[in-house]
Nanobody
Framework: QVQLVESGGGLVQAGGSLRLSCAASETISSINAMGWYRQAPGKQRELVASFPSGGTTNYADSVKGRFTISRDNAKNTVYLQMNILKPEDTAVYYC?????????????WGQGTQVTVSS
């Protein structure tokens, strides 16, 4: 079972930037899909950005043009570069890894990292 550890969250003013990191305990090239999700207080968890299996990167409409997901296979790490942050980006950000085995998907989550954007 893969372990995911997020880091890089914090408090930033609106218009600022943060880079989140997600370090995986095993080679990410063996993971079929990875992504970042977020959950704000009182709201459901939502997809922010992902590398889906066999496809191109996906972004939520609300972050397109501001956030960039990337990966470093040598470091087994996935990043989320967040620019032009807005107060509505405030949430706990979670890293997610998906494995497809025998036609089924299995998902794993990190513990989350808090991002707070002040106005």
């Amino acid at each position: 079972q893969v372990q995911l550890v997020e880091s890089g969250g914090g408090l930033v003013q609106a218009g600022g930037s943060l880079r989140l990191s997600c370090a995986a305990s095993e080679t990410i090239s063996s993971i079929n899909a990875m992504g970042w999700y977020r959950q704000a207080p009182g709201k459901q968890r939502e997809l922010v950005a992902s590398f889906p299996s066999g496809g191109t990167t996906n972004y939520a409409d609300s972050v397109k043009g501001r956030f960039t997901i990337s990966r470093d296979n040598a470091k087994n790490t996935v990043y989320l570069q967040m620019n032009i942050l807005k107060p509505e980006d405030t949430a706990v950000y979670y890293c997610n890894a998906g494995y497809r085995r025998g036609g089924k998907w299995y998902y794993y989550w990190g513990q989350g990292t808090q991002v707070t954007v002040s106005s």
